[in-house]
Nanobody
Framework: QVQLVESGGGLVQAGGSLRLSCVVS????????MGWFRQAPGKEREFVAT????????YYADSVKGRFTISSDNAKNTVALQMNSLKPEDTAVYYC???????????WGQGTQVTVSS
């Protein structure tokens, strides 16, 4: 069974940085695309960033492009999200997700809270 555990969330002032990490256990890490999503209070979960199998390609939501960077480390079975120039509107619970056998993000972590104060 694939399990994902996020860490690295917290409280930061606007303009600051945080780095989220997600450790994946079970299955073959390098064969999965990985993604980060977030959900703000009262809003639907939204896409933030994704990285392809093997880490060769990345894709970002327009709202975070140029500020966030997704990366993966196959040796450590981890995917990270470096978040710079944080804004109050980035406040949300951030979730790590892993691709399942049919290409959808079937596996999810428990989430980590990111709060950006103005």
């Amino acid at each position: 069974q694939v399990q994902l555990v996020e860490s690295g969330g917290g409280l930061v002032q606007a303009g600051g940085s945080l780095r989220l990490s997600c450790v994946v256990s079970g299955g073959t890490f390098s064969s999965r695309a990985m993604g980060w999503f977030r959900q703000a209070p009262g809003k639907e979960r939204e896409f933030v960033a994704t990285i392809s199998r093997g880490g060769g390609s990345t894709y970002y939501a327009d709202s975070v492009k140029g500020r966030f960077t997704i990366s993966s480390d196959n040796a450590k079975n981890t995917v990270a999200l470096q978040m710079n120039s944080l804004k109050p509107e980035d406040t949300a619970v951030y979730y790590c997700a892993a691709e399942g056998p049919m290409g959808a993000f079937d596996y999810w972590g428990q989430g980590t809270q990111v709060t950006v104060s103005s």
